[in-house]
């Protein structure tokens, strides 16, 4: 059965302070895995999609890996604003672009 | 480029009623969704459409939940009847195609369901 586990599930850093969030997943063939940023209150935005192992994406202090088995988003000196819950989702090579399926999230919080 | 837009953006029901939400996507986009999500998790899908027509509903309780979409423009989703556990956020999202690209949520409906 395919699987995205995220953890940690919440994280509180201090202004400034690097860290990494990490997503788990077990799919059959890997079709892509993506990153949302969320806003309470508000739905999800998509960061990035990642489609290989060995790929990178960037975009101002995020930047997104992937291996075969897992992905981090790397936050570099986070401000305050990053503060959200970060998703992330795969797609199955076999299945229809509908089959994305989503992990819990991480609640990201940055204290000045 | 205007978003997509969802309404209402809060409800509450009593159990055993029916409520419905609407959702316009953004202007061109060809593939609709509908996600369901209950605090603390990820968004689960309900429903893809592509045009007007169903792509996958294997998730959808059928036998209290249905969706539409006319033209192929707008949509809506219905429960009737309401239980406790329905209690969520219902998201649209729309994207041009039906991969991976372009893909935009709308804010959402809270529903609370006592």
């Known amino acids: 059965e395919d699987q995205v586990t995220q953890s940690p599930e919440a994280l509180r850093l201090q202004e400034g302070e690097s860290s990494s969030l990490n997503c788990s997943y077990t799919v059959s063939g890997l079709r892509g895995l993506f990153w949302y940023r969320q806003d309470p209150g508000k739905g999800p935005e998509f960061l990035f999609t990642l489609y290989s192992a060995g790929e990178e994406k960037e975009k101002e202090r995020l930047k997104a890996t992937l291996t075969k088995k897992e992905s981090f988003l790397h936050i570099t000196a986070p401000k305050p604003e990053d503060s959200a819950t970060y998703l992330c989702a795969v797609q199955a090579r076999y299945s229809s672009a509908s089959k994305i399926i989503f992990g819990s999230g991480t609640r990201l919080s940055i204290r000045p | 480029e205007a978003g997509v837009a969802q309404s209402p953006r809060y409800k509450i029901i009593e159990k055993r009623q029916s409520v419905a939400f609407w959702c316009n996507p953004i202007s061109g986009h060809a593939t609709l969704y509908w996600y369901q999500q209950i605090l603390g998790q990820g968004p689960k899908l309900l429903i893809q459409f592509q045009n007007n027509g169903v792509v996958d509903d294997s998730q959808l309780p059928k036998d209290r939940f249905s969706a539409e979409r006319l033209k192929g423009v707008d949509s809506t989703l219905k429960i009737q009847p309401a239980k406790l556990e329905d209690s969520a956020v219902y998201l649209c999202?729309?994207?041009?195609?039906?991969?991976?690209?372009?893909?935009?949520f709308g804010s959402g409906t809270r529903l609370t369901v006592v």
């Open positions: 999202a729309s994207s041009l195609g039906a991969g991976h690209y372009g893909y935009t």
